[in-house]
Structure formats: structure tokens, C-alpha cells
């Protein structure tokens, strides 16, 4: 008989190819978002809340031991969290009030005394004690897909990721395990900036999260846990994250809009011994310039001597920018919604000031139709449709562009490509040279917690991208492949053991 004493988090189907990528993750993801935005009890439907339980206890290894108990006996995906001793009722309340969203249940067992005197203002049942009929109380329902076909999906893109999320019940789910496993890595967001769609909400938010946690098992064999939260006040989500953070071994940020994403992530980097990654800045940024240096050898152009132009400066934009100058860009060139962002500029915040200190350095004024005249590179990062065939037309003589809003790219590939773009590359998997973020979190997050690695550094995320950019052989690159598969399994485990061997501690 098994002795189970960890559990592990596993897609509900094995992601094997591009088209289920894509269902389980970008474009497709983005349907069941719209859902649950626009009916909240949507999310019982196409997420695994309704079989997702948290046990909240003081002591880490009890609160695992309920959350196995809870598995091997219900079939309940039961996610242990611990908080101090010293947490205030008060605290708890507000963090319960606020996480909630992620489950059907909290069990409060373990700490039954503490919390006996506490009235939780939630729709889902706390257990702050014992109960004759767990099942019951929870009501938790689990769906057990192991027999899904995906051909068998009708439809679009949208229609069949519906679909498969609906009849799966998400695409995550635990699974118990003898063998010896890290703590979850937690995968935080408020919902503020989803894909495409900007503010949805943090429930709304849940399937990316599970898709990404989907992504971390396939790729890295990391486990990871969905833990949105309902306050989008940054010092609310600094709070909330810090309260729990010993249930942790580590904490990826995701979908949370400038400039709270950049407060967050610097303050629980201050606060917290374990590593603090913003996905949508620096995933962002290491695959573009992994893309980016490929696309360049094609090019038989240098870094350092190209004009590029990048459209958008939320979380993406800013890392994106950054890391280039990092590694040696000298001339970009940023717009927004307020046009072309240079020293000075009244609408420039503390944030936009400091990336105006690092760009524009011929002080360019206008629109994004005026500074992308003679521009080697295009990056958008922004919305779909803003980068016009005419557009393409001012640029250098076969231009590179990165059109990277999700689900709907700044430009088509076949309209790009019609205005005499070189290399075109989207957030999507349905076309070339994807840019997807699942290049670069799985394997960094695998080296950052087996190389006891608690600060992600400029260092760090350019070795990330130059190993992925070497892992497409020089005899295949090519204007239509100029990145890795997103599937490719060497991959995460290149960038774990570069990252180990490099940046270890001790």
C-alpha cells in the first residue's frame, strides 16, 4: 500500500502538441475568461474550482497531511496553506475574503480555535471544525476526464478550448505521490491586465492561471497553484502574498497591470526569501530578445546598431525595454496611449520618466506612425490592429515585427508579410515564431528552486534567453523559425541546469 505524503499538480490532459497548447493556453484560454467576466458562476463550470479546497493551518507539514487525507479519501484537490502564529484574526478574515474565489471550500480545521469566533463574509462553506459528512459540507465535484479525446472538439480555436475546459472542469488538477516534491509555486493575480482584455477581474483570470500551471508540470515537473486575489490594491496583494508566503516556493506574477504590477513585484522581492518573478514583464522580455537575437543573425544585423521601436509601456513593454538596453540596444523608441514617451513629458510617471532616461535618444516626438519611419524592428506590445500595412511600409528594408497582442495581433502575419515584412512573429500558437512566455517560466522557476536562487537579476533573464536562442540549430534557423518549440522538453531543462551551474548559491 502507498504512503503517500506529497501531492503534485497534473494537467487533466497531456499537452502534446501546438493545437492542444492552445486550447489549454493562449489564444484559446481566452474564451472561458469572457465567460466567467461576464457570469461569475461560469467559473464553477469551466475552472477546477469546484473541486479546489484550501486547508489553512500553522504548521506546514499538518496542513499537507489534511490536503492528502482530503485527496485519498474525496478526491478533493486540496492546496495546504500556513500562516504565523502571530497573524492577527483580523489578517486572516480579510485574506479569507479575498482567496476565496479559488475554491468551493476552506478548511480551517487545523486551526479551529483560532478562527471558532471569526464571521467570514464568503459564498463558499469554511470549516472551522469538525463535521459528520465532509463531502457534504464541501460539495466538492470531481470531474475525471482521463478518457477526453480533443479531436473529437468541434469548432474554432474559442469554440473547442470552451468546450474542453467545460468538460474537463479546467485543466489542472492534484495528484498524490510518494515521491519527495518542492513546496507549490503560488501564481498570483488580480486580474487587471488578462491577455488581451484588461481589467476581467481576478476570478475571470483563473483559467490563464490554471493553464499555467498546467504548463509548469508538463514542462519543468514543478507543481504551482492558482491564487488570485480579489483586491486589486497593490498593498492589499503585498499584504495577502507576504501572509502566506511559507506555503511557498516561490511566487509568479501574472496578469496584474502597470505600474501596481512594478510596486508588487519589488516589494514582495524585498520581503520575501524566495524568488519573485513578474511573467508578463520578464517572460515577456526573455523570449523577445531570445527572438530577437535569432531574427538578427538572419538579418546579418547587430543589436547595437538597429532602431527599434516598441508600442505599449505596461508591464511587458517596460521589462521588454529594459532588457534590451541591458543587452545592448542603444536606440528604442516607445509609444503609448499618449504617444511617444521622451524625457520630460508631462503625462510621464515615475516609472515612464525612468524608461524615457533609457530610450528616445534622438528625443523623437509624435505618433507611432512618425517614429516607426526607418525602424529595423517593430515590438508590440499593445492591441491588436494599431500597426497598419503602411506603417510597415516606413520601416527599413526588411523589417522584423513582433506583433504580440493576445488574442489579436498589432497586425496579421499574412497582412505584414503582404507589406513586405521579413520575419513576423505573434503571441499565438496557431502561427510562426510564436512568442510564448512557456519558453522561459518553467525552466527558470526549475533552476531558480533547485539553485536556492531567491532574486531573479538582468543576469539572469539574458543567459535565459541566449540559451533558448541557441537551442535552434544555425542550419534551422529561418525567417519561419527563429525560436524553439514551445513543446520542446530540452528546453526548460537547458535553462535549469545553465541557470544552477551559473547563479547557484553556496
Same mark, same amino acid.
Request: glycine residues 6%; hydrophobic residues 45%.
Given at each position: 500500500?502507498?504512503?503517500?505524503?506529497?501531492?503534485?499538480?497534473?494537467?487533466?490532459?497531456?499537452?502534446?502538441?501546438?493545437?492542444?497548447?492552445?486550447?489549454?493556453? *493562449?489564444?484559446?484560454?481566452?474564451?472561458?475568461?469572457?465567460?466567467?467576466?461576464?457570469?461569475?458562476?461560469?467559473?464553477?463550470?469551466?475552472?477546477?474550482?469546484?473541486?479546489?479546497?484550501?486547508?489553512?493551518?500553522?504548521?506546514?507539514?499538518?496542513?499537507?497531511?489534511?490536503?492528502?487525507?482530503?485527496?485519498?479519501?474525496?478526491?478533493?484537490?486540496?492546496?495546504?496553506?500556513?500562516?504565523?502564529?502571530?497573524?492577527?484574526?483580523?489578517?486572516?478574515?480579510?485574506?479569507?475574503?479575498?482567496?476565496?474565489?479559488?475554491?468551493?471550500?476552506?478548511?480551517?480545521?487545523?486551526?479551529?480555535?483560532?478562527?471558532?469566533?471569526?464571521?467570514?463574509?464568503?459564498?463558499?462553506?469554511?470549516?472551522?471544525?469538525?463535521?459528520?459528512?465532509?463531502?457534504?459540507?464541501?460539495?466538492?465535484?470531481?470531474?475525471?476526464?482521463?478518457?477526453?479525446?480533443?479531436?473529437?472538439?468541434?469548432?474554432?480555436?474559442?469554440?473547442?478550448?470552451?468546450?474542453?475546459?467545460?468538460?474537463?472542469?479546467?485543466?489542472?488538477?492534484?495528484?498524490?505521490?510518494?515521491?519527495?516534491?518542492?513546496?507549490?509555486?503560488?501564481?498570483?493575480?488580480?486580474? *487587471?491586465?488578462?491577455?488581451?482584455?484588461?481589467?476581467?477581474?481576478?476570478?475571470?483570470?483563473?483559467?490563464?492561471?490554471?493553464?499555467?500551471?498546467?504548463?509548469?508540470?508538463?514542462?519543468?515537473?514543478?507543481?504551482?497553484?492558482?491564487?488570485?486575489?480579489?483586491?486589486?490594491?497593490?498593498?492589499?496583494?503585498?499584504?495577502?502574498?507576504?501572509?502566506?508566503?511559507?506555503?511557498?516556493?516561490?511566487?509568479?506574477?501574472?496578469?496584474?497591470?502597470?505600474?501596481?504590477?512594478?510596486?508588487?513585484?519589488?516589494?514582495?522581492?524585498?520581503?520575501?526569501?524566495?524568488?519573485?518573478?513578474?511573467?508578463?514583464?520578464?517572460? *515577456?522580455?526573455?523570449?523577445?530578445?531570445?527572438?530577437?537575437?535569432?531574427?538578427?543573425?538572419?538579418?546579418?544585423?547587430?543589436?547595437?546598431?538597429? =532602431?527599434?521601436?516598441?508600442?505599449?509601456?505596461?508591464?511587458?513593454?517596460?521589462?521588454?525595454?529594459?532588457?534590451?538596453?541591458?543587452?545592448?540596444?542603444?536606440?528604442?523608441?516607445?509609444?503609448?496611449?499618449?504617444?511617444?514617451?521622451? =524625457?520630460?513629458?508631462?503625462?510621464?510617471? =515615475?516609472?515612464?520618466?525612468?524608461?524615457?532616461?533609457?530610450?528616445?535618444?534622438?528625443?523623437?516626438?509624435?505618433?507611432?506612425?512618425?517614429?516607426?519611419?526607418?525602424?529595423?524592428?517593430?515590438?508590440?506590445?499593445?492591441?491588436?490592429?494599431?500597426?497598419?500595412?503602411?506603417?510597415?511600409?516606413?520601416?527599413?528594408?526588411?523589417?522584423?515585427?513582433?506583433?504580440?497582442?493576445?488574442?489579436?495581433?498589432?497586425?496579421?502575419?499574412?497582412?505584414?508579410? %503582404?507589406?513586405?515584412?521579413?520575419?513576423?512573429?505573434?503571441?499565438?500558437?496557431?502561427?510562426?515564431?510564436?512568442?510564448?512566455?512557456?519558453?522561459?517560466?518553467?525552466?527558470?522557476?526549475?533552476?531558480?528552486?533547485?539553485? %536556492?536562487?531567491?532574486?531573479?537579476?538582468?543576469?539572469?533573464?539574458?543567459?535565459?534567453?541566449?540559451?533558448?536562442?541557441?537551442?535552434?540549430?544555425?542550419?534551422?534557423?529561418?525567417?519561419?523559425?527563429?525560436?524553439?518549440?514551445?513543446?520542446?522538453?530540452?528546453?526548460?531543462?537547458?535553462?535549469?541546469?545553465?541557470?544552477?551551474?551559473?547563479?547557484?548559491?553556496?
Amino acid at each position: 500500500m502507498p504512503q503517500y505524503k506529497y501531492f503534485k499538480t497534473v494537467p487533466k490532459i497531456p499537452i502534446e502538441d501546438k493545437d492542444t497548447l492552445s486550447l489549454v493556453y *493562449t489564444p484559446g484560454v481566452g474564451a472561458s475568461c469572457l465567460k466567467i467576466s461576464q457570469t461569475p458562476e461560469a467559473a464553477d463550470v469551466y475552472t477546477n474550482k469546484i473541486n479546489s479546497v484550501a486547508v489553512i493551518g500553522f504548521e506546514y507539514e499538518k496542513a499537507l497531511e489534511r490536503a492528502i487525507f482530503l485527496k485519498s479519501v474525496l478526491m478533493i484537490d486540496a492546496y495546504p496553506l500556513v500562516i504565523e502564529r502571530e497573524t492577527s484574526k483580523e489578517d486572516l478574515k480579510f485574506a479569507v475574503e479575498n482567496i476565496d474565489i479559488n475554491f468551493c471550500a476552506i478548511d480551517l480545521s487545523l486551526i479551529q480555535d483560532f478562527v471558532s469566533d471569526i464571521d467570514f463574509s464568503v459564498e463558499i462553506p469554511v470549516l472551522k471544525g469538525q463535521t459528520e459528512n465532509l463531502r457534504d459540507f464541501f460539495g466538492a465535484i470531481s470531474r475525471n476526464v482521463f478518457m477526453l479525446d480533443v479531436s473529437k472538439l468541434k469548432g474554432d480555436v474559442s469554440e473547442r478550448s470552451l468546450q474542453l475546459h467545460e468538460l474537463a472542469g479546467g485543466v489542472i488538477e492534484t495528484e498524490l505521490t510518494e515521491q519527495k516534491r518542492n513546496k507549490p509555486v503560488a501564481i498570483i493575480s488580480d486580474g *487587471t491586465a488578462v491577455l488581451g482584455y484588461g481589467n476581467i477581474g481576478a476570478l475571470a483570470s483563473i483559467p490563464v492561471m490554471e493553464g499555467k500551471a498546467a504548463l509548469y508540470s508538463e514542462l519543468a515537473d514543478l507543481d504551482s497553484m492558482c491564487f488570485c486575489i480579489k483586491s486589486q490594491n497593490p498593498q492589499d496583494i503585498i499584504k495577502i502574498t507576504k501572509m502566506f508566503a511559507n506555503s511557498f516556493s516561490g511566487i509568479h506574477l501574472e496578469d496584474i497591470a502597470a505600474p501596481a504590477c512594478f510596486e508588487i513585484e519589488d516589494r514582495l522581492s524585498a520581503l520575501l526569501d524566495i524568488p519573485v518573478f513578474h511573467d508578463d514583464q520578464h517572460g *515577456t522580455a526573455i523570449i523577445v530578445l531570445a527572438g530577437l537575437l535569432n531574427a538578427l543573425v538572419l538579418e546579418e544585423k547587430e543589436l547595437s546598431n538597429i =532602431k527599434i521601436v516598441i508600442a505599449g509601456a505596461g508591464a511587458a513593454g517596460t521589462a521588454v525595454a529594459k532588457l534590451l538596453a541591458f543587452a545592448g540596444a542603444k536606440n528604442i523608441v516607445m509609444d503609448d496611449i499618449n504617444g511617444v514617451i521622451y =524625457k520630460g513629458r508631462e503625462q510621464n510617471d =515615475k516609472y515612464l520618466e525612468e524608461l524615457a532616461q533609457i530610450t528616445n535618444p534622438n528625443d523623437e516626438r509624435g505618433e507611432l506612425k512618425d517614429i516607426i519611419k526607418n525602424a529595423d524592428v517593430f515590438i508590440g506590445l499593445s492591441k491588436g490592429g494599431l500597426l497598419t500595412e503602411e506603417m510597415v511600409q516606413l520601416m527599413e528594408y526588411r523589417p522584423i515585427v513582433f506583433a504580440l497582442a493576445n488574442p489579436t495581433p498589432e497586425i496579421m502575419p499574412e497582412e505584414a508579410k %503582404h507589406a513586405g515584412v521579413y520575419i513576423i512573429s505573434t503571441g499565438r500558437s496557431d502561427f510562426e515564431n510564436q512568442i510564448n512566455n512557456s519558453l522561459a517560466f518553467p525552466g527558470l522557476f526549475k533552476g531558480l528552486i533547485d539553485g %536556492h536562487i531567491n532574486r531573479v537579476t538582468d543576469e539572469i533573464k539574458l543567459e535565459c534567453a541566449l540559451t533558448i536562442a541557441s537551442m535552434v540549430p544555425k542550419d534551422e534557423l529561418s525567417t519561419e523559425n527563429i525560436l524553439p518549440d514551445a513543446l520542446d522538453r530540452m528546453v526548460p531543462l537547458r535553462i535549469a541546469d545553465t541557470i544552477v551551474e551559473r547563479f547557484k548559491k553556496g
